[in-house]
């Protein structure tokens, strides 16, 4: 049988899966989403041409590899056309797409419920990407929701309308203008036209390329921390970014999934609010974000950035049973002087290395650093982990010994070759 290798993100997103998953993709022969929406966001560049991934899976671009969309992502069909002819556009084939009957369908409504709840919280706001992805999932759990498979059936027009009517009631009430049940519905028609072609049982599809023993990477979305249940709610998005969502956004089970891999960066970042233990609210954050180009690739907003939290990368390694770890950007970290490495928090005047998503104990927590030697010069010609100097090495054998965890891919610069890989 074949397996399931799951590139997920150990922190708030955005730890550069793209560049794990582009290595990774190439040697598969399927490549797949679980979870989230168009709230994800990815660029590879491929002979000088650059490819912006929202929705599908990256592993299109290598040619044979099936792209499957599983029934845990939520999908906004209008942009997944335009990625579909940008792809087209840039001579690239599309066949090989396929979308699950069971993912949720973002409509409009969702859009601005996403912009009106995020006005109502005031002070209180979440920071999400404003592109449908709670709304859509609330509807899912509430069982209102309409699926891929929907698009297709007699009750599309009846669940539509009674979507519609409700959403608007709740517009209505806040100001908010209402939306044209018609418009809405002649213009996903179309969309479902168009994207019928790639649509199936994706779950059948894919335990029938796990028994012709085809290798599948799973293209994880978001992150850890931004787990609905596992991270600092209700800073997170509306999904579970973590392996339990890999299973129940694809239908894969847990005897098919073989390596996980922890995506990280060489320090940390968040985009949205919620607590940050190792913030850097300062002159090195500052210096971190420019040095590291950390701007939203959906959003452009700034990134929040501070010091790497290995009390929380331990905790991301028990919630999803990491087994190596892929840390990108030692060389932008390299570049200080002086780098800082989190190895427990304190609180209440207690030392702790267990990780909390209490809001209120993450906000009375500080971080105990250790520190090291930074200064590293140019890494990104090294390709060989022995090669690394001294302090490098000194800084990720610290992390792999806290952790427990093989450190199997390490970025030295922003391109795609910049890698050192210690997988076959
Ligand atoms: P939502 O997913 O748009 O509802 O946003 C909820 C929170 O998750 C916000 O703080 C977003 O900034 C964050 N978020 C969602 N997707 C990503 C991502 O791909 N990278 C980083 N943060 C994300």
Request: net charge neutral; hydrophobic share 35%.
């Amino acid at each position: 049988m074949g397996k399931v290798d799951v590139v997920l993100g150990s922190f708030y997103g955005d730890e550069g899966k793209g560049k794990i998953i582009d290595y990774l993709g190439g040697k598969a022969d399927v490549a797949l989403r679980a979870t989230g929406g168009n709230n994800a966001g990815h660029s590879i560049e491929v002979d000088s041409e650059k490819y912006v991934f929202h929705l599908i899976p990256s592993g299109i671009l290598n040619k044979g590899t099936l792209a499957i969309i599983g029934n845990g992502v939520v999908i906004d069909p209008k942009v997944l056309i335009e990625e579909i002819n940008s792809l087209k556009s840039k001579g690239k084939d599309v066949s090989n797409l396929r979308i699950s009957t069971k993912a949720h369908v973002i409509f409009p409504y969702h859009i601005e419920m996403d912009k009106m709840l995020e006005e109502n919280r005031g002070s209180k706001k979440i920071g999400t990407t404003v592109r449908g992805i709670g709304p859509c999932y609330c509807d899912k759990y509430e069982r209102c929701g309409i699926r891929i498979e929907d698009l297709y059936s007699s009750h599309f027009k009846d669940l539509l309308t009674r979507n519609v009517e409700n959403k608007n009631k709740i517009f209505a009430i806040n100001n908010y203008p209402q939306l044209d049940v018609d418009k809405i519905y002649s213009e996903y028609l179309e969309y479902s036209k168009i994207i019928k072609e790639y649509v199936c049982d994706t779950t059948v599809l894919i335990h029938k390329l796990l028994k012709e023993d085809k290798k599948i990477i799973c293209e994880g979305a978001q992150a850890t921390l931004l787990d609905i249940d596992f991270g600092s709610y209700p800073y997170v998005t509306s999904s579970n970014p973590t392996i339990g969502g890999i299973i129940t956004g694809s239908g894969i089970n847990a005897h098919d999934i073989g390596e996980v891999y922890g995506v990280m960066k060489a320090y940390s970042s968040r985009v949205g609010a919620g607590p940050y233990v190792t913030e850097q609210d300062n002159e090195i954050g500052d210096k971190i974000r420019e040095l590291g180009h950390e701007y939203g690739a959906t959003t452009k907003r700034p990134r929040r950035c501070g010091y790497l939290d290995l009390v929380a990368l331990k905790y991301a390694v028990l919630v999803n049973g990491i087994t190596a770890l892929c840390i990108n950007h030692l060389d932008t970290i390299g570049k200080l002087d002086k780098i800082k490495l989190c190895v427990a928090y304190e609180r209440d005047g207690k030392k702790t290395e267990e990780f909390t998503t209490n809001e209120d104990e993450l906000l009375r927590s500080t971080a105990v650093y250790e520190e090291f030697k930074g200064n590293f010069g140019d890494i990104s010609k090294i390709r060989k982990r022995c090669d690394l100097p001294k302090n490098a090495l000194k800084y990720i054998e610290r992390i792999e010994e806290y952790v427990g965890v093989p450190i199997k891919f390490i970025g030295v610069g922003a391109k795609r070759e910049e890698m050192i890989c210690e997988v076959e």
